[in-house]
């Protein structure tokens, strides 16, 4: 993994769907891209902001990254921007890979659930486990054939007899059944889910109902929360290594009121999603407001993300 940032050239841009595009990117010089796992995304920085997107091609391909970008209409203007803007023969600017959404290694058999473009991490999943002779079932949830991105290569796919299209306008019999997909949790089992977030809580929730446990549900989430700070009393911030005490005001997050006190955390997303601005906890009990700790780190307390998460304690002493 890197972290600093490189340049890659788009070699190719290519519409997948409809307001979904694939970029396929290069060394400018011809070398190899620094490694990746199933499961990982790129930071890129598309001017000052930095969106996050999941590499969809197979993790043995050392020579090319492939993203699958949507133009969100109703976004933070950082896809629209990048489908707008980037075009075959550009630089962009990438940091990683970083990796939230493994694969588990003890798992027997893998569920792969995706919903529209949610699809991006699951195919580089899809590939990995063919190409490791592991058992898994790929279901694929979208409006419309119009609106799926990878159809074509998922369905001449080496793996495609594991893969089950669900379009909405479709036959009612091809249609999505949570339940029946989910099904009851066998021994070592994992279910992968990414898509749009009411998708996945539905699928979640409907797991968990059946007796699926958190440990055996893994999510990626592309939309994050966003912060409420006026929800919350205020509180201080201790930085361990100077002693200094920052009062984090009702307005703000812990990352406002340090920034305006000279003290910077790196962030990315500023919904709790990336995990860039993950943080060490020395004293005090956080008040998590993230999508990416599990349920046993948050009860450990000793990382927060300042992003969005705030205190119970009156103080919280941290170590950025």
């Known amino acids: 993994m890197s972290s600093e940032w490189f340049s890659a050239r788009v070699a190719r841009k290519h519409q997948e769907a409809t307001g979904i595009f694939s970029y396929e990117l290069v060394d400018p010089d011809g070398k190899e891209l620094p490694p990746f796992e199933a499961g990982a ?3 890129v920085r598309i001017g000052d902001k930095i969106r996050h997107f999941s590499l969809c091609n197979a ?38 890979p970083h990796n939230l959404f493994r694969l588990a290694p003890d798992a027997a058999q893998s569920l792969l659930l995706a919903g529209g473009i949610g699809v991006t991490p699951l195919l ?7 190409a490791a002779g592991a058992p898994f079932e790929f279901h694929y949830c979208t409006r419309s054939r119009e609106r799926t991105a990878f159809y074509d290569r998922v369905a001449a796919a080496p793996y495609a007899a594991a893969v089950s299209f ?22 070592a089992r994992h279910l992968y889910l990414c898509g749009p977030a009411v998708m996945m809580d539905a699928a979640v929730a409907i797991a968990k109902k059946q007796g699926w446990t958190d440990d055996r549900i893994h999510i990626e989430r592309f939309v994050g929360v966003t912060p409420k700070p006026g929800d919350a ?83 919280l002493v941290i170590d950025p």
Request: hydrophobic letters at 35%; proline letters at 6%.
């Open 233 to 315: 009393t205020e509180f201080y911030v201790e930085i361990k290594k100077t002693g200094q005490l920052v009062l984090i005001p009702k307005d703000k997050t812990v990352v406002e009121a340090l920034r305006a006190v000279g003290i910077e955390i790196p962030v990315s997303c500023e919904q709790g999603v990336c995990a860039t601005c993950l943080t060490t906890v020395v004293e005090g009990v956080p008040d998590h407001r993230d999508l990416i700790l599990t349920k046993q780190e948050h009860e450990s307390g000793k990382m927060f993300t300042p992003c969005v998460s705030r205190a119970l304690s009156d103080i």
């Open 166 to 187: 669900h379009f909405d306008d479709g036959p009612e019999e091809q249609r999505p059944n949570l339940a029946a997909i989910l099904g009851a949790p066998a021994p």
């Open 59 to 96: 993790p043995t391909e050392r020579n090319r990254y492939l993203l699958g970008v949507q133009r969100e209409l109703n976004g933070r203007g950082g896809s629209a921007k990048f489908c707008d803007t980037v075009q075959e023969g550009d630089t962009v600017l990438l940091r990683g």
């Open 41 to 43: 995304h790129l930071e």
């Open 124 to 130: 580089a999943m899809a590939e990995n486990l063919h």
